[in-house]
């Protein structure tokens, strides 16, 4: 968030801090990887024994969050990723899934991580593509992870539409001091630039950002 946009990240770290509230967002990729990713959280607190389960567990959960034949492929797809999980991995069932992590400059939910595999996984649903905000945020989730005394090795997305798993490229240590270094700096400064662009229009704190330093009051919006 913060190497897209600095104000984002700034007013992301507002709304924890419980001074602003973001607006909901109207994006149909946004609100079905929502969706997805609470149904795979729910999946994975029921107990897979074989790999007959995962099927029968899948369709009772999808079954609970989706309407008949809503995101058909999305759950066929996750359903073949995992049975071919099941089948390649040492322990099938992960270390944690979708918790929050303090590290020393960031935090983050990460979805999925297994310490016996040494691999944190992220699932997408929107188009097969290794994004530059992708490999920025797996990375800060490998550190995150290491300084709570995890020992990650590899990182992965999947992405449901296509069934298909990619490697994230593991950056150098000089390349996350950089971005570190960065967000400590607009921390003790203060100075969040914008960086205004076609993602504005998709962006929780869009008013807020507009608005800001007026002292307007919007609903339940403040931004003083």
């Given at each position: 968030m913060f190497t897209l946009c600095k104000k984002k990240f700034y007013f992301h770290v507002k709304e924890k801090e419980g001074k602003v509230v973001a607006l909901p967002i109207i994006s149909d990729s946004m609100d079905k990887g929502t969706e997805f990713h609470a149904f795979i959280e729910e999946y994975f607190k029921?107990?897979?024994?074989k790999i007959t389960d995962i099927r029968r567990v899948v369709s009772d959960v999808a079954a609970r969050f989706f309407a008949p034949n809503q995101n058909r492929k999305l759950i066929e797809n996750f359903i073949a990723y995992e049975e071919e999980?099941?089948?390649?991995?040492?322990?099938?069932?992960?270390?944690?899934?979708?918790?929050?992590?303090?590290?020393?400059?960031?935090?983050?939910?990460?979805?999925?991580?297994?310490?016996?595999e040494g691999v944190i996984l992220d699932w997408k649903t929107g188009v097969?593509?290794?994004?530059?905000s992708y490999v920025v945020q797996m990375n800060i989730y490998k550190k995150i992870l290491e300084e709570n005394g995890y020992h990650p090795k590899t990182m992965r997305l999947v992405f449901l539409e296509t069934k298909r798993?990619?490697?994230?490229?593991?950056?150098?240590?000089?390349?996350?001091?950089?971005?570190t270094d960065e967000i400590e700096e607009s921390m003790k400064t203060g100075f969040y630039p914008k960086n205004v662009g076609e993602h504005c229009s998709r962006c929780a704190y869009v008013l807020d950002c507009q608005l800001e330093g007026s002292g307007i009051w919007l609903g339940v919006l403040s931004v003083v």
């Open positions: 029921n107990k897979v024994e999980r099941f089948r390649k991995w040492k322990k099938y069932e992960p270390t944690f899934i979708e918790k929050e992590l303090e590290g020393r400059v960031f935090h983050g939910v990460i979805d999925f991580y297994s310490e016996t097969e593509e290794m994004k530059k798993e990619m490697q994230v490229p593991l950056m150098p240590d000089a390349w996350l001091k950089k971005v």
